[in-house]
């Protein structure tokens, strides 16, 4: 069974500060994604990596930066929060391998900045 | 670019009966073709998809249709339950292995 785990539930921060969010899967998949979710506007792509220190640009990368030193591991970093930030982040993952590729999402991060 | 367009945005019905959401997307080289459900408070999950090569899937009250020739595929749910009431999210493969996501329909199912 897939897991996808993620750091934590609920976050406040302070605008400014450096904020990490680690997600975790185990199931050697190759890609892994981090999206933002916000009422209305659906599942936007902010980073995707499909593998261990390679990264992609999704729609809305400004303000934010990644890092996958591990295979199992995808940390999605907000270089100095804003009020804009406060959102819903859901990790997900798949495998390369086939043509057809079922995402796997964690519980998500409800992230506050204030 | 490359989207996926998901409507209605908000659905309600009563209880039994059937409920539609219909997607369209751009790329013609998609060929996979996903729906997941959000229930409240928790991650969305595959529910139901269907390949480019096949026109229609079932899985008890679900089927998904796809018409590829308009660039279109609907999601059906028969007989709905309360259990159904959820945020419904369509999405459409590209050629790197992401998925384009449509922006979510709210169905709501009334007693």
């Known amino acids: 069974d897939v897991k996808v785990t993620q750091s934590s539930r609920y976050l406040v921060k302070r605008t400014g500060e450096k904020v990490f969010l680690e997600c975790v899967q185990d199931?050697?998949?190759?890609?892994m994604f981090w999206y933002r979710q916000d009422p209305g506007l659906g599942l936007r792509l902010i980073y995707f990596?499909?593998?261990?220190?390679?990264?992609e640009k999704g729609d809305i990368p400004e303000g934010y930066s990644v890092s996958r030193e591990k295979k199992e591991r995808f940390s999605l970093i907000l270089e100095s929060a804003s009020t804009n930030q406060t959102s819903m982040y859901l990790c997900?993952?798949?495998?390369?391998?086939?043509?057809?590729?079922?995402?796997?999402f964690g519980p998500g991060t409800r992230l506050t900045v204030l | 670019g490359e989207n996926v367009e998901q409507h209605p945005s908000t659905l309600s019905v009563q209880e039994g009966d059937s409920a539609v959401i219909k997607c369209t997307y751009s790329?013609?080289?998609?060929?996979?073709f996903p729906w997941y459900k959000q229930e409240l408070g928790k991650r969305p999950q595959l529910i139901i998809d269907?390949?480019?090569n096949v026109g229609e899937k079932k899985d008890q009250r679900i089927a998904v249709t796809l018409n590829k020739t308009a660039k279109h595929f609907s999601l059906h749910i028969t007989e709905t339950q309360p259990e159904d009431s959820a945020v419904y999210f369509c999405?459409?493969?590209?050629?790197?292995?992401?998925?384009?996501w449509g922006a979510g329909t709210k169905l709501i199912i009334k007693p």
């Open positions: 997900a993952s798949s495998r390369t391998s086939g043509r057809y590729n079922e995402q796997f």
């Open positions: 199931m050697d998949h190759e890609n």
């Open positions: 990596s499909y593998d261990v220190k390679m990264k």
């Open positions: 790329d013609s080289a998609s060929n996979y």
């Open positions: 269907i390949r480019s």
């Open positions: 999405a459409a493969s590209t050629s790197n292995y992401q998925l384009i």
